[in-house]
């Protein structure tokens, strides 16, 4: 197999629950030997925070979001071990830590130590809140930031209250996302000064940066967003329609060119009633169409009612038109557009049995991505300690 | 102090929420940024709100660039895309920028990371179909997880695919900017796509669905939980958790609250331990009953109280009061660049800060000034 971007990168991985080892997960995706530590002893039921539902007893949490790793047994609190982290940090390109603010620096793991014994190290700490502010020290995992954040304030049924993502995993996601671009961004940086550095990302400041436009739009008119069902806020029509044989279709025009094609296309079909969209005033550009958006919707909505939807997305598709329509996990799993991109993979993990997840969501085509099964918690501990003894044993002795 | 991608020259020909995302996001740590528009200009900026002229997405997602116009009709400026491409790092190009004479094989230049952005990925039967953030949502399944099944879909108010993607994007271009730089290999392409964004973001599920002891956990059960609204109190709603509460907090968050009542009801008796905040098991079930006791409360009591009794209580907020939120501004989350309150950059580096290099340009602002420089280097090198 070719060698991943970040073949010879070597990651210590001391992250907890999901932000921390999501993050890691993508730097062992594109090829980081990334070692994720775990306390020896563990108890499995509280690994992944425990999160329901379990596979074999351990949360499914535990095992999304260690994929591509090596797994080490290290007690920090015990000398010893710390001693041999310490070896294992000499190694190490990285180091990424979630704990609350002051708590890897009570095991010896803080960035003044840890740099001190490798000043060429990119160490990335996560948080929730931030590391000022009165919310330092409170806990922050995804489904507070969600509602915290105003992730929830832009979502709902149309005319009804805004409504929470009921998939609790968005903002910590984002978060690791946004720390693993930290930390590659530290290694560029180092490439060129050679000097290692500390970088701290936040779960509030990366929930936030995600929701840019809306924030934004806020800020700029004061007004807080009603919930539009389907439809976007920035551009209509973007929302999906009910087609005659029930099924709906999302049809998107974002730009002049495309509300040209969709109203040609609408035109051109098989429709009855239709006034000629083109030609009316109410729709000529963007803003417009937006401010008329509820007439504008009013016609659509009959015309895409008379026809089914397998109709539209011909008729859509060959003019041009952005659409698509609702897929579900039974039909995704063995899609040829998943399939052939491995976008949903089967891997093995060493607990577990075969499991399906998301696959490298990257195609690099000359260094490509890699996504294997969990280890379970100290796995590769032996090996890994094998691999640090013939390194000390390879060394010159020391000179005192 | 410079930041982390100090020196790294980056050519974005792509427009909307995606690319230009990702093209800022390289500007603020560090980068040269120059964004080319067709004539008409990047269709984002006519969207709704606008903002003295251009919309506000424009404004929120285009600082830290300069802005040129090229007409790739016009066999000048299709060279001049060219040369511009040829002598950058990275580009960052959607539908755009798919023009044969701009792809990655035809420039020939072995240095360039080529990071295209689509909507469904390079392979497959849909490989070349139109993309929105809407069809992305429907088909990655995004909005299963809002509405109520059989009701009209609901999607994410936030563009989640065209931003995921992004981020993904932001991962892929350095990773290969380090395969070239520090490895020694070549410059490559690489591609992210809103769908397969969309879907890695959702792999908790995956797994989940894959072969679970029990049919339990919200990850299964956001497939058809009601919507969720937070918990209304006599003014705001707020979101709270037992999780961290002993039987003990419970019974004095009951009291606490005044609402002894709520012990006659024998099925919050029975399922209060896993019956409150937005993943508990039987939340819906006792919601109304926990809403009754709030009533008497403002949220800001009702926070008090939960966290008083070993509990975790958060105010749900709206953007205004976001905005507002003490917290954000300790942590500097908003920042104003050239009159615009947007969102600041995500990461903290201490040896090489982030920073906003400027506005987002108006349409064709460095259109000169970049063509200048191009030509001043086509001088040196002749």
Same mark, same amino acid.
């Given at each position: ?7 010879? @990168? ?8 999901? @932000? ?13 030997? @990334? ?254 169409? @937006?401010? =008329? ?41 063995? =899609? ?13 993990? +060493? ?16 260094? +490509? ?20 003894? +013939? ?10 | %102090? ?12 792509? &427009?909307?929420?995606? *690319?230009?995302?990702? /093209? %800022? ?87 360039? #990371? ?6 469904? *990925?390079?392979?497959?039967? !849909? ?9 992305? $949502? ?37 990773? /290969? ?10 410059? $490559? ?16 599920? !995956? ?42 907090? #419970? ?6 609250? &005044? %609402? ?35 009533? /008497? ?9 939960? &966290?008083?009794?070993? *509990? !975790? ?26 009159? #615009? ?34 030509? $001043? ?6």
């Amino acid at each position: 197999m070719a060698a991943g971007p970040l073949d010879g @990168v070597r990651v210590f991985d001391m992250t907890l629950w999901m @932000v921390g080892p999501w993050a890691s997960m993508q730097l062992g995706a594109l090829g980081a030997d @990334v070692i994720h530590i775990e306390q020896p002893g563990v108890d499995p039921r509280t690994l992944g925070a425990g999160v329901p539902p379990a596979i074999d007893g351990t949360s499914i949490g535990y095992i999304t979001w260690n994929m591509n790793k090596r797994g080490l047994f290290l007690d920090l609190k015990s000398e010893a071990d710390r001693e041999t982290a310490y070896q294992l940090l000499e190694t190490c390109d990285a180091l990424l830590v979630n704990m609350r603010p002051g708590a890897a620096e009570r095991l010896g793991m803080g960035y003044e130590q840890v740099r001190a014994a490798n000043p060429r190290i990119v160490y990335t700490t996560i948080t929730g809140w931030g590391e000022v502010g009165p919310m330092r020290d409170r806990p922050g995992a995804d489904v507070q930031c969600q509602y915290f954040t105003g992730f929830w304030s832009t979502n709902g049924a149309r005319g009804g209250r805004p409504e929470v993502y009921r998939h609790f995993t968005q903002m910590d996601a984002t978060t690791g996302n946004v720390a693993a671009q930290a930390v590659l961004m530290g290694l560029l940086a180092r490439h060129r000064s050679g000097e290692g550095q500390r970088i701290h990302v936040g779960m509030l400041r990366a929930g936030m940066a995600l929701q840019s436009a809306r924030i934004a739009e806020h800020l700029a008119t004061g007004e807080l967003h009603e919930p539009l069902g389907s439809a976007g806020f920035a551009a209509a029509p973007d929302q999906a329609f009910r087609c005659r044989d029930g099924r709906w279709i999302g049809v998107s025009a974002t730009s002049e060119a495309e509300w040209r094609r969709l109203a040609g296309a609408l035109e051109a079909s098989e429709t009855v009633g239709l006034p000629r969209l083109a030609e009316d005033a109410r729709f000529a550009v963007n803003r417009e169409r @937006v401010r =008329h958006r509820d007439a504008l919707a009013a016609l659509l909505e009959q015309a895409f009612a008379q026809l089914p939807r397998d109709y539209w997305l011909l008729r859509l598709g060959d003019a041009g038109v952005p659409c698509g329509y609702p897929l579900t996990w039974d039909v995704l799993r063995e =899609h040829a557009q998943v399939l052939e991109n491995g976008y949903i993979r089967e891997v093995l993990t +060493s607990g577990w049995g075969r499991v399906q997840t998301g696959g490298p969501p990257w195609t690099l085509e000359r260094t +490509s991505a890699r996504w294997f099964g969990t280890p379970l918690p100290g796995e590769h501990t032996g090996e890994i300690l094998d691999e640090l003894g +013939s390194r000390a044993a390879a060394l010159p002795a020391a000179a005192d | %102090m410079p930041g982390p991608l100090d020196g790294y020259r980056v050519v974005e020909i792509a &427009e909307g929420v995606a *690319g230009p995302y990702t /093209a %800022m996001s390289l500007g603020d740590a560090g980068a040269d940024v120059v964004k080319i528009e067709p004539p008409s200009g990047d269709r984002s900026r006519g969207w709704a709100p606008a903002l003295g002229g251009d919309s506000v997405v424009w404004k929120a997602l285009n600082r830290s660039k300069r802005g040129i116009i090229l007409d790739f009709a016009d066999d000048s400026d299709l060279n001049a895309a060219s040369q511009l491409l040829r002598q950058a790092d990275v580009a960052v190009v959607d539908k755009v920028g798919l023009l044969p004479e701009l792809s990655w094989d035809a420039l020939g230049a072995e240095q360039l #990371v080529y990071c295209a952005l689509s909507g469904w *990925g390079p392979r497959g039967p !849909w490989a070349e179909r139109e993309t929105s953030e809407l069809a992305a $949502q429907l088909a990655g399944e995004a909005t299963l997880s809002l509405g109520s099944p059989g009701e009209p879909p609901v999607r994410l108010g936030t563009d989640a695919g065209s931003m995921y993607a992004a981020n993904y994007a932001i991962q892929g271009i350095c990773a /290969a900017l380090y395969a070239r730089d520090v490895s020694g290999r070549s410059g $490559q392409r690489l591609e992210v796509s809103l769908f397969g964004s969309l879907l890695a973001m959702r792999s908790t599920l !995956w797994v989940a669905l894959s072969n679970p002891d029990e049919w339990w956990g919200f990850h299964l059960d956001s497939y058809e939980k009601p919507p969720d609204h937070g918990y209304q109190c006599a003014d705001l709603p707020i979101y709270f958790s037992l999780a961290r509460m002993g039987d003990a907090g #419970v019974e004095r968050l009951i009291d606490e609250l &005044e %609402m002894g009542w709520v012990r006659d009801d024998a099925q919050f008796e029975a399922l209060k331990r896993d019956g409150a905040g937005g993943a508990g098991r039987y939340a819906h079930e006792l919601k109304h009953l926990w809403e009754q006791g709030f009533a /008497a409360w403002s949220a800001a009591e009702v926070i008090e109280k939960v &966290e008083r009794c070993g *509990g !975790w209580a958060f105010p749900m907020h709206d953007y205004a009061r976001l905005a507002a939120d003490p917290q954000v501004a300790a942590v500097d989350a908003i920042v104003e660049v050239d009159g #615009v309150r947007q969102v600041a950059p995500p990461w903290d580096f201490d040896g090489t800060p982030t920073g906003i290099r400027r506005p987002a340009p108006t349409l064709g602002e460095h259109t000169a000034e970049v063509l200048a420089e191009l030509e $001043q280097q086509a001088r040196a090198t002749l």
